[in-house]
């Protein structure tokens, strides 16, 4: 039996021929990602294990984008611990406030990670860059303290999900919605620890911010991965961001797969997760009169150029519905320099939205956007668990950045459609 896009990357870099599901190995790391919340408990047990310096400081990268800029005493300790000990071991990869980005977009606009890759980070999303081929997965801050060490990790070879993607999505139908629809299809446990590889001819109609979009969103359905097979558009992104040598991997015509989803993209309508988990997904066409009292556009999963450009091209020359709080979170300092340059961000002003440095902060209810009591928000996040962005009795609705603008100029649940 062949193998899939996955396990030949697992396969490669435990240096053996072939690999099965089920089979644990030792994987060779090409890179080791932390964040302000995550890196403090690895660097303790780095230090609990005995360990003199990283195994490589440019396959280390730490990114503080949580709580930052710090909100309180505490999350600026955290950041001091984190700040110091990458400094002490000269990390090539850290990126502080006024560098910095949301780590799941920062890291491939770096060019720091290419097809290929084995990519191990203590975030849940750090499956995002599946989107160029690469095998990348959360883990704990354990296991990440021993990649820093050992620049190696243990995994459980995943079984695989096929999705065979077909035809072109309609008109404000994006990575976000057909991610979404995907995750109502199959339930937030219908692939998991299992890798979700997506191939097929639909592809070539999907963006690479798409593409990033649904690989992030992976771990909603329980994925140990997402990845996609690598084509032009993926080995341009590369080629633009990245001076480093990759390699593509394609699955074996036999290789197995635990189940294998048809899906014609053509037929996806804008799609919006409900309370309380992403897998509670509605059509555009099958949404009335929710009222939403704030949005957020932005985050790991839709802060990125083509999203911010989405979101302006609904918004530009109207208003704010009175009373909707509209907070816009570009994920890198280099997209909020580009969003500035092309008028976005005076677009989202005049409209009477809030812009603001890259942060993880409303999406976790860190701080920057926290709902209160039977609030309700729509946004461009990743999860809408009960109490996800502030108080228990609040709800998340979660959406693309089109629905999201339409919203906001509406002040309840829309279509970007009716705008």
Known sequence: ??????????????????VRPGQFIEADLDMVLGNDITTPVAIKEFKKMGADRVFDKGKISIVPDHFTPNKDIKTAEQCKCVREFAYKEDIDN??????????????????????????????SHTCTYGALGAFSTGVGSTDMAAGMA?????????????FVLSGKPQKWVSGKDIILHIIGMIGV??????????VGD???????????????????AGGKNGIFIVDDITKEYIKEHSKR???????????????????????????VSFPHLPENTHTIDNIEDIKIDQVVIGSCTNGRISDLREAAKVMKGKKVYKGVRTIIFPATQKI???ALKEGLIETFIKAGAVVSTPTCGPCLGGHMGILAK??????????????????PESEVYLSSPAVAAASAITGEITSPEDI
């Open 202 to 220: 639909g592809i070539k109609h999907l963006s690479i911010d798409d593409r990033f979009s649904m690989a992030n969103m992976a771990i909603e």
């Open 336 to 338: 909020y320099l580009q």
């Open 189 to 198: 446990d219908g692939a998991l620890y299992k890798s979700m590889e997506f």
């Open 94 to 123: 850290y990126f502080e406030v006024g560098e910095m980005g949301i780590e799941h977009a920062l890291l491939p606009e770096k060019g720091l990670v290419v097809a290929g890759d084995v990519v191990i980070g203590a975030d």
């Open 1 to 18: 039996m062949g193998m899939t896009m996955t396990q030949k990357i697992l396969a490669d870099h435990a240096g053996v021929d072939k």
């Open 374 to 391: 039977e609030e309700r928000a729509i946004a461009t996040t990743n999860r809408n668990f009960v109490g996800r962005m502030g108080h």
């Open 245 to 271: 040598k990759y390699k593509t991997y394609s699955p074996d015509e036999d290789a197995e797969y635990e189940k294998v989803y048809q899906i014609d993209l053509s037929t996806i309508r804008p799609t």
């Open 150 to 162: 050992k620049g190696k990790c243990w995994f459980k070879v995943p079984s695989a999900i096929k």
